[in-house]
């Protein structure tokens, strides 16, 4: 089977910068993608790792090691609209180009 | 561009009652299209990937008698939850993938549904 973990809920004030991570339990699949949920929302995209190491995107950051099994989003100089559910996802490309959700991190930025 | 649409946005219906949602990719041409379910502060799980004019390929423990996917064109897919009921409430997202590039997938805004 496949599992993916990261923690449930991280907070951290405005102008900090957070780390959420992402541990696996998968194989097979093409890049770890990186996405953000605000409540009643649609997913949206932030980054995506097909390669080991850090892909910056602006004030979002990814990083794979699958070595490791691990990943994780890094936000920079955050701020408040950044509250939201952030979600690991393996892709797995090729004819079905799936994607499976980690079980999310629920990110509250304070003041 | 890359939107994605649904609809209705959200829809109550009777217990045993039959209940079609809409996804369609407005200014792009969707190769596969994906159907997701959400219960309130839980993760996405996929229920199918649909490709234009082929049949649904459903995940394990989905029942496709139950959630009928029909991808008829490049643009729509539908999700009918057949004989609804309440434990089928949730929150359903499409998303779309152009099959170009990265194949990043495109999220529609979601269909609420509560079933009575």
């Known amino acids: 089977g496949q599992s993916l973990e990261q923690p449930s809920e991280v907070t951290a004030v405005e102008g900090a910068i957070v780390q959420i991570n992402c541990t696996y339990q998968?194989?097979?699949?093409?890049?770890l993608s990186w996405y953000q949920q605000h409540d009643g929302g649609a997913p949206t995209f932030l980054s995506y790792?097909?390669?080991?190491g850090l892909e910056e995107t602006g004030r979002f950051s990814s990083f794979l090691s699958r070595s490791d099994s691990y990943g994780y989003l890094l936000l920079q100089e955050l701020q408040m609209k950044d509250s939201a559910s952030y979600f690991c996802?393996?892709?797995?490309?090729?004819?079905?180009?799936?994607?499976?959700f980690g079980t999310g991190t629920l990110l509250a930025v304070q003041p | 561009g890359a939107v994605v649409s649904q609809h209705p946005s959200w829809v109550i219906c009777k217990s045993g009652t039959s209940v079609k949602i809409e996804c369609r990719s407005l200014?792009?041409?969707?190769?596969?299209m994906f159907w997701y379910r959400q219960f309130p502060k839980q993760s996405l799980m996929l229920m199918a990937t649909?490709?234009?004019?082929?049949?649904?390929?459903?995940e394990q423990g989905v029942e496709k008698d139950k959630f009928l996917i029909n991808h008829a064109s490049l643009t729509l897919s539908t999700l009918t939850v057949t004989s609804a009921h309440p434990e089928d409430s949730s929150f359903y997202i499409c998303?779309?993938?152009?099959?170009?590039?990265?194949?990043?997938?495109?999220f529609g805004p979601g269909t609420r549904l509560t079933v009575l």
């Open positions: 998303s779309a993938t152009s099959g170009r590039g990265y194949n990043e997938q495109f």
């Open positions: 998968t194989s097979g699949f093409y890049g």
């Open positions: 790792n097909a390669l080991d």
């Open positions: 996802a393996p892709n797995y490309g090729g004819a079905t180009n799936k994607l499976i």
């Open positions: 200014d792009f041409q969707a190769t596969t």
């Open positions: 649909s490709n234009e004019g082929s049949k649904a390929t459903y």
